[in-house]
């Protein structure tokens, strides 16, 4: 069993929802996602989903990804925006103005060819749940991505619904508003939440589920 402890979080919050499943809570999981129209890899850390991820994407693709510490610690984060392969829209949007170019800003976000990034908890039943203080993520999640990949830890897969909007409460959302606090002077929010419970478009979404605690 692998637990991270997480400072300034009850032990017991840490403990239940930071804790890699067991096998077959991941298989489960997995079975109910691929059930439900959800592509899932395995990957047994950090580096090898990174070498996954990549190979997922094509040199040349135009891709975007929402604020995510799990993608942070994959080193994806940085391949992405830094390396020179891909068409990066985060940078491009980020070196905009928001006051003058927000129209923009809003179009190129909303519809990349490749979203990537993360979900705060993934459901034995085969559900994603994902929160968000801006839901900048939450469209291109949703339908306007034209392909999605998602990295998690599986720590992050739990029972059901109503322990994934928990874990949402009382774990990441904690750890979320302490790095947006350090990371841009703000607090998070809990704002918007989106549940995917099936996608109808084959090989549109694919998971890709560590065997490390990763992320929140």
């Not at 919050?13 to 997995?30: H, N, Y």
């Not at 070498?51 to 693709?61: E, F, K």
């Not at 949007?93 to 990349?112: C, K, Y």
Request: aromatic share 4%; net charge negative; no cysteine.
């Amino acid at each position: 069993m692998i637990t991270e402890v997480k400072p300034g979080l009850d032990p017991s919050i840490s403990r239940r929802f930071g804790t890699l499943a067991s096998e077959p809570s991941v298989e489960r999981a997995a079975a109910a996602l691929e059930g439900h129209g959800i592509t899932v890899i395995r990957a047994k850390d950090a580096a090898e989903a990174k070498r996954v991820v990549l190979g997922l994407i094509p040199d040349g693709s135009q891709v975007n990804h929402g604020a995510s510490a799990t993608l942070d610690a994959t080193g994806i984060t940085d391949e992405l925006d830094k390396s020179g392969r891909y068409d990066a829209l985060r940078p491009q949007v980020w070196g905009m103005d928001r006051a003058t170019q927000a129209d923009q800003i809003r179009r190129l976000s909303a519809a990349p060819d490749v979203m990537l990034g993360s979900v705060q908890a993934i459901t034995e039943t085969g559900s994603l749940i994902a929160a968000s203080s801006t839901g900048s993520q939450v469209g291109p999640y949703a339908s306007g991505g034209g392909k999605v990949i998602l990295v998690a830890g599986t720590q992050k897969i739990v029972p059901d619904l109503d322990e994934g909007l928990r874990r949402i409460d009382e774990y990441a959302f904690p750890l979320e508003d302490v790095r947006a606090q350090a990371a841009y002077g703000v607090h998070s929010g809990i704002n918007k939440v989106l549940i995917i419970n099936r996608e109808i478009q084959p090989g549109r979404i694919t998971v890709v589920l560590v065997d490390e605690v990763l992320g929140f």
